[in-house]
């Protein structure tokens, strides 16, 4: 019979073995699923159901050059400068100017877009993403809000407007399996997520029409 210290030895154990395992998932689906990344699969919906005929690599290139490259490089050149503690923004108040410049990059994005002559969904695409990191930034003035959400669902919405049911699922139970890394991971509260998660919404105005 094992003596009853060791039971609790070994329970103690086990509990910190699955508390490690649980962080470092949560830790990959945050690294995986970070916002900026989430473009690339975006763009490659936009790419797969644009209009036959088109190309889209231009569009794919702009829009992810200015949605994702250009708002990364800013973050890092402002961890490099010091300006914030951590690529990862950890503080409400070092999100500001990252996300006003997120949101100025998408805004740009939608006459480049026109310029180099993308298929429309790819300007319905910016546009919906333009609103949502304006929403965003907004709410960053008061309240710190989870951009992994939003990102996660964005995908998700996006596959379900173009109505593909049989990828929106399981991007739905992604989006659903990065907030609950972020809450894991100390980042955000479940309200902070759920905040992200909506929105995404206004994704369906500009992109179910198509």
């Known amino acids: 019979m094992i003596p009853a210290r060791w ?15 649980a962080d470092r998932l949560a830790r990959a689906v945050s690294l995986a699923c970070a916002p900026p990344v989430m ?10 159901y644009g209009a036959p005929g088109e190309s889209p690599l231009v569009g794919i290139i702009t829009l992810v050059v200015t949605t994702a490259l250009l708002p990364t490089l800013f973050v890092y050149a402002a961890y490099l400068a010091g300006l914030i503690s951590s ?7 070092e999100r500001l100017q990252p996300a006003l410049f997120t949101t100025l990059c998408a805004v740009v994005a939608y006459p480049l877009l026109r310029g180099v002559g993308a298929p429309p969904l790819f300007l319905s695409l910016d546009a919906a993403l333009a609103v949502q990191m304006a929403l965003l930034a907004l709410v960053t003035f008061w309240w ?18 173009l109505g593909d049911l049989s990828i ?3 991007l739905f139970a992604l989006a659903g399996l990065v907030g609950w890394a972020r809450v894991r991971l100390g980042r955000h509260t479940p309200r902070q997520v759920a905040a992200g998660w909506l929105s995404a919404l206004p994704i ?5 029409p198509i």
């Not at 473009?39 to 797969?48: C, K, Q, R, T, Y």
């Not at 710190?144 to 379900?160: N, R």
């Open 204 to 208: 369906l105005w500009y992109v179910w």
């Open 39 to 48: 473009i690339l699969p975006v763009a490659g919906l936009a790419s797969w």
């Open 87 to 93: 690529p990862d923004l950890p503080r409400r108040s």
């Open 7 to 21: 039971e609790r030895a070994l329970d103690a154990s086990t509990s910190l073995a699955s508390r490690s395992y």
């Open 168 to 170: 929106s699922g399981p």
């Open 144 to 161: 710190k809000i989870s951009y992994h959400a939003a990102g996660a669902a964005g995908l998700a919405v996006v596959a379900l407007a």
